[in-house]
C-alpha cells in the first residue's frame, strides 16, 4: 500500500505570495490532519478534515485554510505569506476509527517564505 | 483539552545501552490512545509504539517498549540494545476516542553515541 504523499517536497515563495500544499492520503483513510513544524514551536496542529468536512481547527490565522476532495486527497494553503511561515508543513493520514487511530505521516513539504 | 509535556529535549545513549524517554500527559478523557513517533533526520514520521489507556499491559514492539502508568499519567518509552538506527527525534503524542486531534509533546532528540 503506497504510504502518504505530500508534494511538492521543497518550495521558495516571496512575502506576500499564496501557496497551496497537495497531499495524498494512504489509500482508504478519510482522515487527514496537517501539521507545521518549526525548530522552536515543535509540531502544531493546523487542522482536520474528514469526509471532506473540517472537523477541528487549531489556532492558527485565517490566512492558513484547507479542503479535502472527495477522494480523500487535501489541500492546505496560505495567503499572504510571511516570513515566520517558513517552517516544514506535515500532512498525516488516518482511518479515524475507534479501533486505529494512529497517524501516517508524509515527508513534508518544506516551505521557505523570503 | 490535552497536553503533552517532554521534559527531556535531548538525550543520549551509547550504542548497544538501554535509553528511557519520558512522557507525561493530562486528559479529561476516560479512554484514550498513547503513541511514540520517530522523526528520523530525513524528516518521515514514524509510529514506533501505541498503547491503549484501558488497556494494563503495556506495549512492546521488539526494542522498544513503555512503562504504562495511568494513574501517575506517565508514557515513558524504553528502548533497548540502542542502535545507530534509533537516532532521531521522538515524540509522544495523544489521542481521546471522543476527541478529533492528536496532541504532541514537544520532542526528544536522541543521539546515539557508537
Redesign the interface.
Same mark, same amino acid.
Not at chain 2, 530525513?42 to 509510529?47: H, V, W
Not at chain 2, 476527541?99 to 520532542?107: K, L, R
Given at each position: 500500500k503506497a504510504g502518504v504523499t505530500q508534494t511538492p517536497r521543497y518550495l521558495i515563495k516571496t512575502r506576500g505570495q499564496q501557496v497551496t500544499l497537495s497531499c495524498s492520503p494512504i489509500s482508504g483513510h478519510r482522515s487527514v490532519s496537517w501539521y507545521q513544524q518549526t525548530p522552536g514551536q515543535g509540531l502544531q496542529f493546523l487542522f482536520e478534515y474528514f469526509s471532506e468536512t473540517q472537523r477541528n481547527k487549531g489556532n492558527f490565522p485565517g490566512r492558513f485554510s484547507g479542503r479535502q476532495f472527495s477522494n480523500s486527497r487535501s489541500e492546505m494553503n496560505v495567503s499572504t505569506l510571511e516570513l515566520g511561515d517558513s517552517a516544514l508543513y506535515l500532512c498525516a493520514s488516518s482511518l479515524a476509527d475507534r479501533s486505529s487511530y494512529e497517524q501516517y505521516f508524509g515527508p513534508g513539504t518544506r516551505l521557505t517564505v523570503t | 483539552a490535552q497536553t503533552v509535556t517532554q521534559s527531556q529535549p535531548e538525550m543520549s545513549v551509547q550504542e548497544a545501552e538501554t535509553v528511557t524517554l519520558s512522557c507525561t500527559y493530562d486528559t479529561s478523557e476516560s479512554d484514550y490512545?498513547l503513541?511514540w513517533?520517530k522523526q528520523p533526520p530525513?524528516?518521515?514520521?514514524?509510529?514506533v509504539i501505541?498503547q491503549e489507556a484501558y488497556k494494563q499491559q503495556n506495549a512492546t514492539e521488539n526494542r522498544f517498549s513503555v512503562n504504562f502508568q495511568k494513574a501517575a499519567k506517565s508514557f515513558s518509552l524504553k528502548i533497548s540494545d540502542s542502535q545507530l538506527g534509533d537516532a532521531a527525534m521522538y515524540?509522544c503524542a495523544s489521542?481521546g !476516542?471522543t $476527541?478529533?486531534?492528536? !496532541?504532541? $509533546?514537544?520532542?526528544t532528540s536522541l543521539t546515539v553515541i557508537p
Open positions: - | 490512545y503513541f513517533y530525513s524528516r518521515q514520521m514514524i509510529l501505541r515524540f489521542h !476516542y $476527541g478529533n486531534q492528536f !496532541y504532541f $509533546g514537544t520532542g
